[in-house]
């Protein structure tokens, strides 16, 4: 029993060390390329587990995968009026053909993101020269991305690599353009201010003069109004006198006339200068004998 | 989080690059099941003495260990993807799970319940700037500063997992996120930025899901916040005054209002008082109308009764009252030939009885002389009031 137990763990051992040599699994984020002594045997899209002849034959794994490719700084790019701008884009790609994408690459990454990178510039310079400051920024941003993407793409198919997007990142003035812009906001912001003052007084202006209209509108009717009531009152009050006095009107122009002298002297500074032979003095001198 | 946060990219050569992970994974698990001792070495002490059993026993054990290393866990907030042979085969609900054992079958654990956020134009708090990611141009040439984060979270982990090389999700999410964001912001003018900041962060977050759709990355966007948004340091003074200068629009015209606010009712209360004394005018004058007749009519009732004694009689007091206040001079003149000279301004002097008692002015130290003045003065007002009426 046990040199049976012992063979069979010796046998294992054995079995392990040929298969992890010629046995592979390839992941469903991968292709694998089987090279033998430099040459591409076979691709395995496929994920699963796949035999190999050991040692003359090695494998090469291709990710698959959607990868991002970031533009390490911004570039100055020059627009269709010679602005320039900073400029930062990424690029999503994939390997779309491993072959190709080996034998064109070496297989090395680096490689592959080199000839990406400059394709995307020399695309932006395209499409930036013959577009506006506007038109990138704003208008054309879309049509901008879509035309560098398919453009890149079509350049890059030659590497076996599928461009599925190039995005705009920055796009921005440069310092010597930022200065300008930053003066020229500085201006709008003043404009805009000084407007909203002359606005603000303008309207205080209006809503006082409507106040002062108001004001004299509602006095003077009140004072038309008053003067309605008074002269009713006078009215009133005359016709009243009028009823009255119209009674006897020699004997109110007699009792009136007293009224009126009793009013007009009353005081030590009026001087009368009488004559004695006045209807007053009738017995002033002749005492006795009324009447003259 | 390890497990799912394999960093292809960059090893590249070097055989399929999720061996060594996984034989990591197996030595821990190893570990674990040992109680951290070494993980290769067998445990059983007589390993060393060839036992009768020792090969079999090796071999059951071996084998046990190796089904064992199929075991893993998956928390609430995970789930579990495993592979066969590199292809997938199934999505595993929280739990204690078992694998059937490398190399078969390989497990890949994904957090799908967790919120992620990243930051963009920051990182952690708002002092802490990005300026690079925060700066950017508006649809009108303006420059502005947006800080904003994007909160999400993995939907879909075999997308989240297979579609694209993710690495840092963070850092994934924001790129795609500063993009959207800059195309949004492009759009729109400076003014709406500023103040309707929240528009724009729901145009992005729309923008940033599409684009996350579009590279399938099984990856939703839950919401976008900005957390500052401000024009550029060298313009804000200018920003400032300008705002300020919408509050001084305000101000004036408040002014204008409270100022129509104050002379309207004051005018109101004008109008009022003008229309409340007519009436009082009126009412008294009727009423003293009412008064001056009702004496007549009483007095000519009287007078028709007895009109020459009436008539003397009133002329008499009348004459009466009127020269008992007053300075007379009775001039009898005879022939009326001769010419009277009447020195008036004489007489005049003497009717003020002050200036008639009063001898040669006094020196001003008595204290009678103010008094006098005093008195003096009082009459002349006295009398002015008696002229006025």
Known sequence: MKPKAATVLVAALILLVIASFSLFTVDQRQNALVLQLGEIVSIKTQPGLYLKAPLVQNVIFVDRRVRTLDTPDSDLIITAEKINMLVDSFVKWRVADARQYYVSVRGDEKNAEARLLQLVRDGLRAEFNKRTVDDVVSGQREQVMESLRANVDREARALGIQVVDVRLKRVDYSEKVADSVYEQMRQERVRVANERRSTGAAEREKIQADADKQRQIIISEAYRDAQRIKGEGDAKAAAIYAQAYSLNPEFYAFYRSLDAYKESFKNRSDILVLDPNSEFFKYFKNPGRGGK | ?389
Request: charged letters at 25%; proline letters at 6%; glycine letters at 8%.
């Open chain 2, 1 to 389: 989080m390890a497990w799912n946060d394999p960093d292809w990219g960059r090893k590249s050569s070097g055989g399929p690059p999720d061996l060594d992970e996984l034989w990591r994974n197996f030595n821990a698990k190893l570990n674990r099941m040992f109680g951290g001792k070494g993980g290769n070495r067998p445990p059983a002490g007589e390993a060393g003495q060839p036992g009768f059993r020792g090969a079999p026993l090796l071999i059951v054990l071996i084998l046990a260990i190796w089904l064992g290393s199929g075991f893993y866990i998956v928390n609430a907030r995970e789930r579990g993807v495993v592979l066969r042979f590199g292809k997938f085969v199934e999505l595993t609900m929280p739990g204690p799970r078992w694998h059937m054992p490398y190399p078969i079958e390989t497990v890949e654990i994904v957090d799908v319940e967790g919120n992620r956020v990243t930051e963009i134009g920051y990182r952690q708090s708002v002092q802490n700037r990005q300026p690079h990611e925060a700066t950017m141009l508006t649809g009108d040439k303006s420059i502005v500063n947006v800080l904003f984060a994007v909160q999400y979270r993995v939907t879909d982990p075999q997308q989240f997992l297979f579609n694209n090389q993710i690495g840092d999700d963070q850092a994934y999410v924001r790129q795609i996120a500063e993009s959207a964001m800059r195309e949004v912001v492009g759009r729109t003018k400076i003014d709406s930025v500023l103040y309707e900041s929240t528009q724009v962060a729901n145009k992005a977050g729309e923008l940033i899901q599409q684009m996350l759709e579009r590279y399938q990355s099984g990856i939703t966007v839950q919401n976008v916040t900005i957390s500052q948004v401000q024009p550029p340091e060298q313009v804000q003074a200018a920003f400032d005054d300008a705002n300020r200068a919408d509050q001084d629009r305000k101000r004036m015209r408040s002014e204008g209002e409270a100022y129509a606010n104050d002379v309207i009712p004051k005018a109101k209360g004008t109008a009022a008082r003008l229309l409340q004394e007519a009436e009082g005018y009126r009412q008294s004058v009727i009423a003293n109308a009412e008064g001056d007749a009702a004496r007549f009519r009483a007095l000519v009732a009287e007078y028709n009764k007895a009109p020459a004694v009436t008539r003397d009689r009133l002329y008499l007091e009348a004459m009466q009252q009127i020269l008992s206040n007053t300075t007379k001079i009775v001039v009898d003149q005879k022939s009326g030939t001769s010419l009277l000279y009447l020195p008036l301004d004489k007489l005049m002097q003497h009717t003020t009885p002050e200036a008639a008692s009063m001898p040669q002015p006094k020196p001003a130290a008595t204290p009678d002389a103010p008094r006098a003045g005093a008195d003096e003065a009082r009459m002349r007002d006295l009398l002015r009031n008696r002229e006025g009426r």
